[in-house]
């Protein structure tokens, strides 16, 4: 069962649409964003956040509590937005995908489990090696040379499709439908933004793990 936690103000919106997930049979619970995000979270256990986030320009308060989910738990976060704001929300590369309002329930869950299909953990162990660079499938945790590397949950997800496909060539496109979806409004220059934040991360002089392949897109070297 999924299991779902939606950071919002209390309203009857939010009661409706938690109860509607409810009888789909989504685990479902709801808090203000007021509260203690990290007591809560273990207590809850999500698969999946929900973070509401008001106004043409969000707070920072509403920054800091997605970035804290994403520092101490890397859950996915699904950022629920009024219209006008969704151009700022796409440039804000710690929120995994967006739902505009009004919610459609339909669309939500598509979203979610998708969302989620991305980080499905496997059974028993798995690892992928290249140079000092793993890659622990199980637990979704990366390191370079022993040391422990924080990755956003896309950063995540684009080095592990790279590595488990060493020395495959990815379009720009092919990446964006992989890891964004089908129906991502964002661009091409997201796909070079994350890659770049990923390489200053696993990346040091001399360092290469992900090529680029010049007006194409980019691949996993073949050669560990």
């Known amino acids: 069962m999924l299991r779902l936690l939606i950071i919002a103000p209390e309203s009857k919106a939010l009661a409706e649409l938690a109860t509607a997930l409810n009888q789909k049979d989504i685990a479902c619970a709801t808090a203000s964003p007021d509260g203690e995000m990290t007591e809560l979270i273990a207590r809850q256990s999500p698969d999946l956040v929900m973070v ?18 994403k520092r101490e738990r890397s859950l996915p976060v699904i950022a629920l937005v009024a219209g006008e704001v969704s151009e700022e929300i796409n440039g804000y590369f710690e929120v995994d995908d967006f739902l505009v309002r009004p919610y459609d329930l339909s669309e939500l869950l598509i979203r979610a489990k998708r969302l989620l299909q991305n980080c499905k953990a496997v059974s028993g162990s798995e690892l992928i090696k290249c140079d000092g ?12 040379g022993g040391k422990v590397v924080e990755l956003t949950f896309k950063e995540y997800e684009l080095l592990k499709l790279l590595a488990a496909n060493r020395g495959r060539v990815y379009t720009r496109q092919d990446l964006l439908n992989k890891i964004w979806g089908y129906d991502y409004y964002g661009g091409d220059r997201t796909v070079d933004v994350h890659v770049r934040r990923l390489r200053s991360k696993i990346e040091g002089p001399g360092e290469v793990f992900i090529e680029t392949v010049r007006n194409v897109g980019y691949r996993f070297k073949k050669d560990a």
């Open 52 to 69: 509401e986030v008001g106004g043409r320009f969000p707070d920072s308060a509403t920054w800091e509590l997605i970035h804290g989910i």
């Open 133 to 144: 660079l793993v890659i622990d499938v199980t637990n979704c945790d990366v390191t370079v």
